[in-house]
């Protein structure tokens, strides 16, 4: 689960000036995932030049094998999370094992859940030991800003979850009550890569997940998919045999290694038709009657066009960004049927207040970003 956070100035000036244009269709939901062949191209893999075959593996950790409870992807559940990072360890390790029997030489770990763990979600200890997890020295954005030529030749993603409205468990994009939609097509945090590598021609080639990120995928039908377990709602599983999952994990990892010539490469097509749609508890309504910001009569929906994947997915984040403004009404419920209620929403007032006349008396300023840890190391999505 990933979250952006932006200043609202920034955001609603980037929705409104840079990603949005008057005169771009919006998508319909529901539309047929066959749609979506006339939005990409589809290439095979640039011949290797050595023997080497390099893999990066992005993992969530809303589609492990032996999950059936949220509070195991979650940090601020401790004695739950950290089952999850057993489950995360186990599952990891079974595709390494299969990706180096397949005849890879490289390979590395990249988080793409973002807990809340400023440590890595996935335990160093606990990684085969033939793997490296990728670090930088300052944050960054793991879809994206790692993206290079001649860098990686397969990208693998482990434990990841439907999109959103598929009804798979935990199922949402990028992060709860978004729906992102590229050329006509509501795509999966698993697609979203596989369009941003396919700007450096490097094809995705295993994934796994439940049943329902299963028949999100069929538009990409050369991945090798192990079914992690069948979502029977977004909160709850039919698990599968873990040593059973596991061994098939390490067995089509290998064969899509070894298949590697079959895969395909994914390019979006140019320039991008984007647009984001919003689910509770996010809301984009609040742009209504902002100029330049092509918002469907329902108040859900805001489309785009743009030169290319990074800008689309510039502009999708921002968007992101301003709907994600609405989860502090679910905060709201909580307070209102707090016993303190009336003393909570008095001081919450009193704050506003007292921060409104130090601002206009120039006492007070925004306290500086927290400095970043001598020497720490940044795994992802954090």
């Known amino acids: ?37 006339g939005g990409v191209t589809l290439s095979a893999p640039a011949a290797r030049r050595d023997s080497t075959l390099r893999v990066l593996v992005y993992h969530d950790m809303e589609g492990l094998s032996g999950q059936d ?35 890879a030489t490289k390979v590395e770990i990249v988080d793409a859940h973002g807990s809340g763990n400023p440590s890595p979600d996935l335990i160093p200890a606990k990684l085969d030991p033939r793997a490296t997890q990728l670090t930088r020295d300052s944050a960054f954005r793991q879809y994206v800003d790692i993206v290079a030529p001649d860098s990686y030749d397969a990208i693998v993603a482990v434990g990841m979850h439907a999109k959103t409205g598929s009804r798979g468990f935990a199922s949402h994009t990028y992060t709860i009550g978004i729906d992102l939609w590229m050329n006509g097509h509501s795509i999966t945090e698993t697609e979203l890569v596989a369009y941003s590598w396919g700007r450096a021609g490097v094809p995705v080639i295993f994934v796994s997940g439940d049943d329902r990120l299963a028949d999100d995928l069929k538009t ?23 040593d059973s999952v596991r061994a098939e994990m390490k067995t089509k990892a290998a064969d899509a290694v070894r298949r590697l010539a079959d895969a395909k490469v994914t390019r979006l097509r140019e320039p991008v038709r984007a647009a984001i749609r919003v689910v509770p508890p996010a809301r984009l309504s609040m742009l209504r009657g902002v100029p330049g910001v092509e918002l469907s009569p329902e108040g859900n929906q805001v489309s785009f066009e743009a030169k290319d994947f990074q800008a689309a997915y510039d502009g999708l984040i921002s968007l992101i ?13 909580v307070i209102r049927d707090h016993p303190d209620s009336a003393s909570i929403r008095r001081l919450q007032r009193e704050r506003l207040m007292m921060r409104w006349f130090d601002v206009e008396s120039g006492r007070w300023n925004p306290p500086p970003a927290p400095a970043p840890a001598p020497g720490r190391k940044y795994y992802g999505a954090q």
Request: glycine residues 8%; contains cysteine.
């Open 1 to 37: 689960m990933k979250h952006a956070a932006r200043p609202l100035s920034t955001l609603v000036i980037c929705a409104a000036a840079a990603a949005c244009s008057g005169g771009a269709p919006s998508p319909t939901p529901g539309v047929d995932t066959s749609a979506a062949t």
């Open 69 to 103: 409870d949220y509070r195991t992807f979650n940090y601020s559940h401790p004695e739950f999370y950290r089952k999850g990072q057993e489950y995360l360890a186990g599952d990891i390790n079974a595709v390494v094992d299969g990706l180096f029997a397949g005849g």
């Open 220 to 242: 990409m039908p050369w991945i090798q998919y192990v079914v992690t377990k069948k979502a029977t709602s977004a909160n709850t599983v039919e698990l599968r045999n873990v």
């Open 321 to 333: 960004g301003v709907a994600t403004l609405a989860y502090p009404a679910v905060r709201d419920e």
